[in-house]
């Protein structure tokens, strides 16, 4: 590997550090009686909302059309996320250092896989929280499903859902072009 790929995925691997001080997804919930609108931060460990009361309210909101209440302690991917991006981390580093090409390949590939396999599990989640409804719930509309977008803005009920990548997610995008430059730059100079 070149001086330039090896810098260029070293710089990567430590730009990726920011998913851990920024969130990654942000959904926003604007309603009559939330005119200010309730917002959810999700973070690589955690779940949070825009101010100490946003995810009480919207747990709350949640209740009434059944939806299961929001737990993070609960959501498992919250526990695994931290563990793959500081894999990730480590190695590209490593592989910044021992400079195979085979290595940083692989890398880039396994990156975008796991990017991959994020936004449909954010889907999938997404979609069982929207679907899954207790059949008990004080406010039941037959056929109505609650499932927020993936990106972008639906109405659901009175309520416009909003859904968004947050600082996190373009840090991760960012270190993934640089991981993409440095392998690109090495299969040009394999062929060339």
């Not at 691997?13 to 309603?31: D, M, N, Q, R, T």
């Not at 039941?140 to 309520?159: D, E, F, H, R, V």
């Not at 859904?163 to 392998?183: E, N, R």
Request: aromatic share 12%.
């Amino acid at each position: 590997m070149s001086v330039v790929s090896r810098g260029l995925l070293a710089l990567a691997s430590l730009v990726l550090i920011g998913v851990f001080f920024f969130p990654l997804w942000e959904i926003k919930l604007i309603a009559p009686q939330y005119p200010e609108g309730l917002k959810m931060f999700i973070w690589v460990n955690n779940i949070t909302g825009g101010t100490p009361h946003d995810l009480y309210n919207i747990n709350l909101l949640n209740h009434y059309i059944g939806m299961k209440p929001i737990k993070p302690e609960e959501i498992v991917e919250l526990k695994i996320m931290p563990f793959i991006f500081g894999f990730l981390i480590l190695f590209g580093l490593l592989t910044a250092i021992l400079g195979n090409r085979k290595l940083l390949i692989t890398w880039v590939v396994l990156f975008i896989i796991l990017g991959i396999a994020g936004l449909v599990d954010f889907y999938l989640w997404e979609y069982d929280y929207g679907h899954n409804l207790d059949p008990k719930a004080p406010l039941k509309i037959p056929g109505m499903a609650y499932q927020p977008p993936l990106i972008g803005c639906k109405m659901l009920l009175n309520m416009q859902a909003c859904s968004f990548p947050a600082m996190g997610t373009y840090i991760a995008a960012a270190s993934m072009v640089l991981g993409i430059l440095s392998a690109g730059i090495e299969i040009l100079k394999k062929r060339g």
